[in-house]
């Protein structure tokens, strides 16, 4: 069965510093891959997408997030965390099954510290 | 602007009072979908719309009803709510086919006492 993990449920980075925000997914056909975030109180904004072509795509405030297939991941990066950055995160996968178009991962939560 | 709307967005209620949330888009998209979102369980779909008339469950549909009348409004119903039901309800949107990418409302929260 199609299914997407994010293997870390909580992570705190220190503003400026590096951030990585692990996902693995679970579907045998070629993916449909999105990272969504959740700030506070606010609704779900899509980050970026991948669909096709280049691997490593660009999102908006900074992030990126690169697709490999060979280890069905789909990692999402920021060069340098900046405190309006935590919010939770959570990584999507559209399959193509009637209904379920779009598979979540249980999310993580980061938080960032000065 | 393009986009999802969804009423109320705090809702509390208490055990056995029907209530309706509605969803309204605005962007023509023939699929229509709910989901709660619950800490540590991520976004989990209730029913789906692929068109005016056509809904179908989805993996959480226990409690829940939806009805598809005209093709911008997608309300979700609880005849009965019950505690269990309190959580955080996201509507989306999106063009059939394609490449999936869904269009979310700004949330509905809804606590049942």
């Known amino acids: 069965a199609q299914s997407v993990t994010q293997p870390d449920i909580h992570i705190t980075v220190s503003e400026g510093a590096s951030l990585e925000l692990r996902c693995n997914y679970s579907?045998?056909?070629?993916?449909?891959l999105f990272w969504y975030v959740q700030s506070p109180g606010q609704g779900l904004q899509l980050l970026l997408k991948?669909?096709?072509?280049?691997?490593l795509v660009q999102g908006i405030k900074g992030f990126e997030a690169e697709f490999k297939r060979s280890q069905s991941s789909f990692n999402l990066r920021k060069p340098s965390v900046h405190w309006s950055d935590a919010a939770e995160y959570f990584c999507?996968?559209?399959?193509?099954?009637?209904?379920?178009?779009?598979?979540f991962g249980k999310g993580t939560t980061l938080s960032v510290s000065s | 602007e393009a986009q999802v709307t969804q009423n109320p967005r705090y809702l509390i209620t208490v055990t056995g009072k029907k209530l309706t949330v509605t969803c309204s888009q605005n962007?023509?998209?023939?699929?229509m979908s709910w989901y709660r979102q619950d800490p540590g369980l991520g976004l989990r779909q209730i029913y789906y719309?692929?068109?005016?008339?056509?809904?179908d469950k989805g993996d959480v549909p226990e409690g829940y009803k939806v009805s598809r009348k005209e093709k911008r409004n997608f309300p979700l119903i609880l005849e009965s709510p019950s505690p269990n039901q309190t959580s955080l309800y996201f509507c989306?949107?999106?063009?059939?086919?394609?490449?999936?990418?869904?269009?979310f409302g700004p949330g509905t929260r809804l606590t049942v006492t």
């Open positions: 989306a949107s999106r063009i059939s086919g394609g490449t999936y990418e869904q269009y």
């Open positions: 579907y045998g056909a070629t993916p449909y």
């Open positions: 991948y669909f096709s072509g280049d691997t």
């Open positions: 999507a996968v559209g399959v193509n099954q009637a209904g379920t178009a779009l598979i």
């Open positions: 962007m023509n998209h023939e699929y």
């Open positions: 719309s692929m068109n005016v008339e056509v809904t």
